[in-house]
């Protein structure tokens, strides 16, 4: 299912079209808007700045990468703040994206900056294993 578009709003692109009516959706946008434009102040005084990571697999059944993009401008557009896309290799997959991640906390995970993670695919939890299974 694809998000729907609603270019004159900065957070259109985050629902889906068949979650919200549309006219719920524009109320729902508008609040939020004015909400995050009453704080920025206070976010932009807090921290040195705000890293958004979007992971997403290299090899997905899911429109993962364009909807990481689409949020990435999001971000970066509407809130000015960094984003970072990293696409996770099909091969060595846990070792390559715990070593990422432990290099992206190295450079901006501090006291006096923000890191927000976004995993876009599949999650799940298997019997016997760890609560949390992600998966492409």
């Given at each position: 299912m694809k998000p729907s578009r609603n270019p004159s709003s900065p957070l259109g692109n985050l629902f889906m079209a068949s979650e919200v009516e549309s006219q719920d959706q524009e109320e729902l946008l508008e609040g939020l808007?004015?909400?995050?434009?009453?704080?920025?102040?206070?976010?932009?005084?807090?921290?040195?700045?705000?890293?958004?990571l979007l992971l997403f697999w290299e090899n997905s059944d899911l429109p993962?990468?364009?909807?990481?993009?689409?949020?990435?401008?999001?971000?970066?557009n509407y809130f000015n703040f960094f984003v970072h896309l990293y696409e996770i290799p099909s091969?060595?997959?846990?070792?390559?994206?715990?070593?990422y991640i432990a290099n992206f906390l190295?450079?901006?995970?501090?006291?006096?900056?923000?890191?927000?993670?976004?995993?876009?695919?599949?999650?799940?939890?298997?019997?016997?294993?760890?609560?949390?299974?992600?998966?492409?």
């Open positions: 808007s004015t909400e995050v434009h009453r704080f920025r102040p206070r976010r932009i005084q807090r921290y040195r700045s705000v890293n958004v993962s990468k364009e909807e990481a993009q689409d949020l990435g401008n999001t971000f970066r091969q060595d997959s846990q070792r390559k994206l715990n070593g190295c450079l901006y995970g501090d006291l006096e900056n923000l890191v927000l993670v976004h995993y876009g695919g599949h999650g799940g939890s298997s019997p016997g294993r760890s609560p949390c299974t992600w998966a492409a």
